[in-house]
Structure formats: C-alpha cells, structure tokens
C-alpha cells in the first residue's frame, strides 16, 4: 500500500522581479510504500526541500494530488492541512526550528499541542531519553551542540506517534562522527514507519535501500 502517493504535482514560486513564475516541481507521478524508507537525492536547489514542504502541506502545489493515508491533502483547508501534519507527519526541518525560549522538553511538548492526542510530559521525557537527552531535558536550544538540537527535532517529530516521517538533510550541518549517529538514530525511530530523508551526501544515500533522484522525476528541470 502506498502511503504517499503523488500524481501530476507542479509547484512554481512567483518569480521576485515580480514577472511570472519559475517551476520547481513537474513530478508525474511519486509514491513511498508503507514502512519503506526512501532516500532523495538532488542538488541544491533542486527543490528537495520544497517537495518535503508540499507533502507536508505546510504549502500547495499549483495541481496535482497528494494522496497520504487516503487523504488527498491538496482538497483540504489550511487548518485542516496543519492538523493532518500534526497527527501523522513527523518532519525534521533542514534548520531545525526549535523555539529559542524553551527548553527541550517544551519544545517536544509543543509538537504534540496541535495533535488530537493529549499533552503528556512523561512521554515527551521518554522520547528524549530515546534519543539520548536524558540529561538535557530542561536545556534551551542555546544550552545544547547542534547534535543534540538535531536529536530534539527527532524527538519533537516522534511526538505524536506518525506514521510519515520527513527528514530534510537532517545530517547536513553535523560532523561526520555525529552524523553516523543521527542517521542511525533516525533510521532506529523510523522502523515500521514510512521514512523519506533528503541529502545529497552519497555517504548517507548509499545507506538506503530505495533511492531516488529528484532530478530523474523532475521534468521542471529540463526547462
Ligand atoms: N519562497 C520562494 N520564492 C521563490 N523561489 C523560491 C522560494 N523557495 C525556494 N525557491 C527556489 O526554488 C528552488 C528550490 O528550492 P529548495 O529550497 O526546494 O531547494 P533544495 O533542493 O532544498 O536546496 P538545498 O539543497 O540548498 O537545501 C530554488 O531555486 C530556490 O531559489
Ligand atoms: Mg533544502
């Protein structure tokens, strides 16, 4: 069973000189199988990250469908858009966007508020000992290596239990030590799950099963 399935998807950006559009995104046709993780390559600015954002819903295609778990998310309002993430997607942001003013427990406390589970603190402390933070739960983002943010956002994505999980170069600003680590840590708290990590570091892609390359699916780049 496929649990994303995307058909005809076109995304293009207002071109800031303010004449048209620029395209990003021409996919025919893209879907991830249930509990199989997949790893996309592209180079920068192949629209990686802005693919990761469609099928987040965080923003819309001009056309095409995003069918998850059943649910074409294209039909569904903003609002709506926003509580399918909360209760199905885990994403691990490229640049992390954890909030400076909270500590790491609240900032996976903050991943669960828009969920239709309820809060829990005791779950929250769990999945940060999961990923190795036991002893930095009441850190800020500020009181912690980037490493250990990274692990905080892989907590944060754990918090409602997702059956989705997208990862956007979650490796990328680590050392090479570190980044073996959070690699295996992900891959660890995705099994079961339907994954799909973006990177174009081939020391993380090779570690994949299934990869594919954005630029191969993407007709926007023979433009
Ligand atoms: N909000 C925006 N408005 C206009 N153009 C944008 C916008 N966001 C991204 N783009 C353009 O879309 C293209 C794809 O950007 P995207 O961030 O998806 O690339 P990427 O593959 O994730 O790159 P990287 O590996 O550097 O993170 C780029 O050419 C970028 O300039
Ligand atoms: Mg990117």
Same mark, same amino acid.
Request: hydrophobic share 40%; net charge negative.
């Given at each position: 069973?496929?649990?994303?399935?995307?058909?005809?998807?076109?995304?293009?950006?207002?071109?800031?000189?303010?004449?048209?559009?620029?395209?990003?995104?021409?996919?025919?046709?893209?879907?991830?199988?249930?509990?199989?993780?997949?790893?996309?390559?592209?180079?920068?600015?192949?629209?990686?990250?802005?693919?990761?954002?469609?099928?987040?819903?965080?923003?819309?295609?001009?056309?095409?469908?995003?069918?998850?778990?059943?649910?074409?998310?294209?039909?569904?309002?903003?609002?709506?858009?926003?509580?399918?993430?909360?209760?199905?997607?885990?994403?691990?942001?490229?640049?992390?966007?954890? !909030? $400076?003013?909270? &500590?790491?427990? @609240?900032?996976?406390? =903050?991943?669960?508020?828009? #969920? +239709?589970? %309820?809060?829990?603190?005791?779950?929250?402390?769990?999945?940060?000992?999961?990923?190795?933070?036991?002893?930095?739960?009441?850190?800020?983002?500020?009181?912690?290596?980037?490493?250990?943010?990274?692990?905080?956002?892989?907590?944060?994505?754990?918090?409602?239990?997702?059956?989705?999980?997208?990862?956007?170069?979650?490796?990328?600003? !680590? $050392?090479?030590? &570190?980044?073996? @680590?959070?690699?295996? =840590?992900?891959?660890?708290? #995705? +099994?079961? %799950?339907?994954?799909?990590?973006?990177?174009?570091?081939?020391?993380?892609?090779?570690?994949?099963?299934?990869?594919?390359?954005?630029?191969?699916?993407?007709?926007?780049?023979?433009?």
């Amino acid at each position: 069973m496929s649990v994303v399935d995307i058909k005809s998807l076109i995304k293009a950006y207002p071109d800031p000189s303010g004449a048209g559009s620029v395209p990003v995104l021409d996919i025919e046709s893209l879907k991830l199988e249930a509990g199989k993780h997949t790893a996309l390559r592209g180079t920068s600015g192949s629209g990686k990250t802005t693919l990761l954002h469609c099928i987040s819903g965080m923003i819309l295609p001009e056309s095409g469908s995003i069918t998850l778990l059943d649910t074409d998310i294209t039909t569904l309002s903003e609002a709506a858009r926003d509580r399918f993430r909360a209760n199905h997607i885990g994403y691990i942001f490229q640049s992390f966007n954890l !909030l $400076d003013g909270f &500590t790491a427990l @609240e900032n996976v406390k =903050l991943g669960m508020q828009f #969920a +239709d589970k %309820k809060l829990d603190t005791s779950r929250a402390a769990e999945l940060l000992e999961k990923v190795g933070l036991k002893d930095r739960l009441h850190n800020k983002p500020s009181q912690l290596s980037v490493g250990q943010q990274q692990r905080v956002c892989i907590a944060r994505a754990l918090a409602n239990d997702p059956e989705i999980i997208l990862a956007d170069e979650p490796t990328g600003s !680590l $050392d090479p030590k &570190t980044s073996a @680590e959070v690699l295996e =840590l992900i891959k660890e708290v #995705a +099994d079961g %799950k339907t994954l799909m990590l973006v990177s174009h570091e081939e020391q993380v892609l090779s570690q994949f099963e299934v990869q594919l390359d954005l630029e191969t699916l993407n007709r926007a780049m023979a433009l």
